[in-house]
């Protein structure tokens, strides 16, 4: 067993995937949800000059496995997040192996602790 097996954080994964567009072809959808154990801490901080409060921040999310990629739907903290860029897939001996992905906050929050249908 490795650390990344034991992530302490309960975190809802939306994976995007191709969905009928109504023309005969395809668009990005909201896949179904899919719950991982994750740990989750600050990556960086960006804060507005002028007035000193912090304006954004964004996380890295580590799991075992994580089904996301560019822009799926993140669930965590109470809050709905957007994963930014390509997730990372660290593979080498099984008990290191794992995924990353960089989130960042968006639009409305949901309840802490709770997930938005």
Excluded: C
């Excluded at 099984?94 to 960089?102: I, K, L, N």
């Amino acid at each position: 067993m490795s650390l990344t097996d034991r992530g302490r954080d309960r975190v809802v994964v939306h994976p995007i995937r191709d969905v009928d567009d109504g023309y005969g072809g395809t668009q990005p959808g909201v896949g179904d949800p899919v719950t991982v154990w994750a740990s989750v801490r600050p990556a960086t901080a960006e804060e507005s000059t002028d007035t000193g409060f912090t304006t954004e921040t964004l996380y890295r999310l580590s799991a075992r496995s994580l089904p996301a990629g560019p822009w799926s739907r993140v669930e965590w903290d109470g809050a709905v997040w957007t994963v930014v860029g390509e997730p990372q897939h660290f593979r080498g001996h099984r008990r290191v192996t794992y995924d990353a992905a960089t989130i960042r906050k968006r639009g409305n929050a949901v309840g802490h602790g709770q997930a938005e249908h």
